[in-house]
Structure formats: C-alpha cells, structure tokens
C-alpha cells in the first residue's frame, strides 16, 4: 500500500493564481481530512469529509474548497492566492474506527 | 473537546526514557487522549491512545492519572531518531468525524 499519497511537492504561486492539490489514498478510507501547518504552529483542519459525496467546514475553510467524488481523492482548490496560504498542506485518512489518522508527506505552498 | 496544555519543549538524554507530560484537567468521561508525533515537517505519525487504563505498545507507554486530570507519554529508551514535536490531543469517544484538533505541541530533543 502507497498509503496517502500528495502531489505535488511543493508549488509558488503568483498572487491570484488558482490551483488544486491532489490527496489519493488506497486504504478504501472513508474519512479523509485536510490541514495546514504554518511555520512553528500546529496543524489547522480546513476541510473533511465522512464520505464520498460528504463534506464539511474545519477550523480555518476560507479561501478553500474541496470536493470527494471518490473514496479515494480529496483534492483542496485554492482559488485567488493569497500570501496568508503560504503553508504546509497535509491531507489525512481515517479508518472507521477512527483511531488513528494516517498522514500524507505534504504540499509545501508559497504565494508571492 | 477538551483543550491540551504540554510544556513547549523538553531534553533527554540518549537510551533514557522520555516522559513527555499533558495536561487536560476538563477532560469529560468519553474523551480519549490522543498521542501524535511529527518528525522533521513530515506528516505526524500516530503513537498512542487511551481512555483510563494504561495503554502500551511498540512504540510507547501512556500513563493515564485515575483522575484523567493529565497523562505522560514515556518512550522508556529515547534515541535521535525520537527528536520530533509530540502532540496530545483529547477527542470525544463518540465523536462521528475523527477530527483532531492540534495544538502546539512539545518539541523533543534527544541528546547523544
């Protein structure tokens, strides 16, 4: 199993640039997740779902939006960059248990 | 879902046993302590977690106060490669989305 996989690496985009990045998992997980992490914090949730079709807000959903047309994908659209999405991007999965969140290597991000 | 304090960081020596302290002192009865690391920006990597009883497995031991007031995480023989950040987080057991809520953590510095 490749786990949870993201693309790209890393990215710069200009400011007001538009972009999607990509989350696939093979664990037929229902529940996948996604985060930010700013330099020195913790991780922010911006988006989940329970299930293909089934979305829902995090803590910090501003600025982006996702979709789940799949088990497997969960990409996060950022329209109009901003410097303030300059982060680290993690997507996440989860079992039905619910007990452990497996996580992918992240999406460094820069806006400028 | 009950908030987290942990010391922001924390040494140990080589082959010693780490114990990384948590509090969460308006823990409910159904919330669970979850322990995540995260290595080096990678994505975090799930450790542990626990209800009342003391938990162990290959990777650590959580220690759960009878009050639930605070628990430690102790990896009983500390090497380099446990440098990380160390997140405890408190969930609810009933809790539908998984969703973790990430503070800032305590960095681990294991010294050779």
């Known amino acids: 199993n490749a786990g949870v996989t993201q693309t790209p690496k890393f990215r710069i985009l200009k400011i007001g640039q538009s972009m999607t990045l990509q989350c696939t998992q093979d664990?037929?997980?229902?529940?996948m997740y996604w985060y930010r992490q700013d330099p020195g914090m913790g991780l922010k949730l911006i988006y989940y779902?329970?299930?293909?079709?089934?979305?829902d807000k995090g803590e910090v959903p501003n600025g982006y939006n996702v979709s789940r047309s799949t088990t497997e994908d969960f990409p996060l659209r950022l329209e109009l960059a901003a410097p303030s999405q300059t982060s680290v991007y993690f997507c996440?999965?989860?079992?039905?248990?619910?007990?452990?969140?497996?996580f992918g290597p992240g999406t460094r991000l820069t806006v400028t | 879902d009950a908030k987290t304090t942990q010391p922001p960081s924390m040494d140990c020596a080589e082959g010693r046993a780490a114990n990384l302290p948590c509090n969460h002192s308006t823990i409910s009865g159904n919330e669970y302590v979850y322990w995540y690391r995260q290595i080096h920006s990678q994505g975090p990597q799930y450790i542990i977690h626990g209800l009342k009883n003391n938990e162990t497995n290959e990777m650590a031991s959580l220690i759960i106060t009878e009050d639930r007031k605070s628990s430690t995480l102790i990896l009983p023989h500390a090497t380099l490669r446990d440098t990380a950040v160390y997140y405890c987080i408190v969930r609810s057991g009933s809790s539908n989305t998984g969703k973790l809520i990430f503070g800032q953590g305590t960095t681990l510095q294991v010294k050779p």
């Open positions: 996440a999965s989860s079992g039905q248990g619910l007990n452990e969140q497996y």
């Open positions: 664990m037929n997980h229902n529940y």
């Open positions: 779902s329970v299930g293909a079709g089934i979305t």
